[in-house]
Structures are given as structure tokens and as C-alpha cells.
């Protein structure tokens, strides 16, 4: 059992990965942006916002 997860912690991961996305396509382009600076993302300054999404929901 070490280091796998089963059927419920993969479907709890995609659900709380779902509603992290659905947080983030709510946000602006400049929140994004802020975001992904507090983040540290590389890139950032040329991302368009479904970039920016992507990135911080990665």
C-alpha cells in the first residue's frame, strides 16, 4: 500500500482539483496574475489567462 493511491483518493484529488479550477476561472486576468507572482510561476509576465490557469491549478 505504500505510495498508491486507490479508486477514492484519486476521485477526491480530481474533485478538489476541479473545484481549484473552477476557483481560479472565476478570478480576473490581474488576480490571476497576482496569483501566479505570490506563486513564483516563470512565464507569467507573457501568459494569457487560460495559461495562467493551468499554471496555478498545476
Keep these: 500500500a505504500g505510495g ?3 479508486a477514492r483518493d ?3 484529488d480530481r474533485d ?3 473545484r481549484r ?3 481560479l476561472e472565476e478570478m480576473s486576468k490581474s488576480e ?3 496569483r501566479a507572482t505570490e506563486a513564483s510561476i516563470p512565464g507569467r509576465s507573457s501568459m494569457n489567462r487560460e495559461e495562467l490557469i493551468r ?3 498545476a
Design 4 to 6: 498508491r493511491k486507490g
Design 10 to 12: 484519486r476521485d477526491r
Design 16 to 18: 478538489r482539483a476541479d
Design 21 to 23: 479550477r473552477a476557483e
Design 32 to 34: 490571476l496574475y497576482q
Design 55 to 57: 499554471a496555478l491549478a
